[in-house]
């Protein structure tokens, strides 16, 4: 038989620059041995169409951008010499609902049944090294190339 948790708090927003939201604590009262991870990275069409939320979807963490085009599911911003832009700087703000054009991405992880604490590893340079810096460095709205983009984000996790 197959027996499914979820977590009773809906979203999570992982933010590198604070470092106590990388861990993500999860319940497991019962002891439940489990075998497999899935989570989604961004927001579902339903919750991007309710308008501005409380929480880690609260507008001030910066991650939503109006109640037309609705939250960003990741957001990525730096420097590299490789941009030909002011300071060399790159945007990528994807997100968005809207078909076929949804860069919401289901990610499945094997885990060791065993195993009390599990970690996920987000590889950031598989990402950029699958991006061209020189042509591609701002996407700041949904899209074609936003969900592009997001198809790539399947690769950085790992555990």
Not at 64 to 74: A, C, K, L, M, V
Not at 77 to 93: A, L, V
Not at 133 to 147: D, F
Request: glycine share 6%.
């Amino acid at each position: 038989s197959r027996i499914v948790y979820q977590d009773p708090v809906s979203f999570h927003l992982l933010d590198a620059a604070i470092e106590s939201s990388m861990q993500i604590q999860l319940s497991n009262k019962k002891n439940i041995d489990y075998n497999q991870i899935n989570f989604t990275v961004g927001i579902d069409s339903a919750t991007n169409v309710s308008g501005a939320m409380a929480g880690d979807l609260d507008p001030t963490k910066g991650m939503y951008w109006t109640w037309q085009s609705g939250y960003i599911n990741f957001k990525l911003e730096g420097e590299s010499t490789f941009c030909n832009t002011r300071h060399h700087q790159f945007e990528f703000h994807i997100g968005g609902y809207t078909s076929p054009y949804s860069p919401l991405q289901t990610i499945l992880l094997a885990t060791t049944p065993s195993e009390k604490n599990t970690v996920i590893n987000i590889d950031l340079s598989r990402l950029l090294n699958s991006i061209d810096l020189k042509t591609q460095r701002n996407i700041m709205s949904p899209g074609v190339e936003a969900y592009q983009f997001s198809t790539l984000l399947k690769e950085i996790f790992s555990n």
